[in-house]
């Protein structure tokens, strides 16, 4: 075991399996439930080409689906981007090329921006929809459907192993300039942005790979994660929240509604 965030997620969900991890709207998951699909999407782009530090695209809305595919990249050492829902074409091929991204996770309402820069985007080989209420057409990028692609793999956690120097990149917002990925390997983010897993343990911050279990609360509380997750702030609170085996409530709005904020309290 490493200071590797699906390592360290897997030794969460491991110690409280039926405990609610994940909340978005109506759409509600276990930890077991998590990691199950986590595996499975992992799975999936394994046997679809996607390698050890291969870069795949998270191009969607606040969704349960979101962070499942953030930790399906993690189990086979791939690397997660976040791709600002906003952006338009020039923005986003500059994304797609400058991440080297094989791989796109996205919602279905922005496969016409996708089309826009497809044939472009000279690295992208593979494509999953995630459904939202837009019937936009698969075919127009050679899109496949998230759920029922994850549904044809095992839920097997039969990974090799990983490393606390894996790492992820976070794009900045670009406002002033172009938007640059910063590299964070996995044991540097735990400790100097999720606090080590010692936020809500009195033991505090772990020592070893092998305590992240025992920093997972007691009484779980419930953390509201407002902002998008395509922003770091969101992204870390969310992890955190995780990795100390609390539930996570998503804000499911694709905009900031402060009525639909005081109805999830």
């Known amino acids: 075991m490493h200071f590797n965030l699906a390592d360290l997620f897997e030794a969460v969900a491991d ?30 782009l394994a046997a ?11 191009y969607m809305y606040n969704c349960n689906e979101y962070l499942e595919a953030m930790l399906a990249c993690f189990k086979i050492r791939a690397v997660p981007i976040n791709v600002n829902y906003r ?50 057409a698969l075919s127009t990028i050679d899109a496949v459907d998230y759920h029922t692609v994850q549904q044809t793999q095992n839920k097997a956690r039969d990974f090799g192993e990983r490393s606390g120097d894996d790492y992820f990149i976070l794009y900045t917002g670009g406002t002033t300039g172009m938007p640059k990925g910063v590299m964070w390997p996995h044991k540097n983010v735990f400790f100097a942005a999720m606090g080590g897993g010692g936020h809500f343990s009195p033991l505090g911050a772990c020592q070893k790979p092998e305590d992240m279990a025992s920093r997972v609360t007691e009484h779980p509380l419930r953390g509201i994660a407002l902002a998008p997750l395509m922003h770091g702030a969101s992204w870390w609170y969310a992890c955190i929240q995780l990795l100390a085996g609390n539930a996570l409530i998503l804000n499911h709005k694709r905009s900031f509604d402060g009525e639909a904020v005081w109805q999830i309290v």
């Open 48 to 58: 679809n080409g996607v390698k050890a530090g291969d870069h795949v695209g998270l």
């Open 15 to 44: 110690k409280v399996p039926e405990r609610e991890a994940l909340v978005c709207g109506a759409s509600r998951c276990s930890y077991a439930e998590l990691d199950a699909g986590a595996n499975q999407m992992a799975h999936y």
């Open 87 to 136: 952006y338009v074409k020039d923005e986003l091929l500059y994304i797609f090329d400058n991440a080297d991204m094989v791989a796109c996770i996205h919602h279905r309402e922005f496969i016409p921006a996708i089309a826009e820069v497809r044939s472009a985007a000279k690295t992208l080989k593979l494509c999953v929809s995630v459904a939202d209420d837009s019937d936009y």
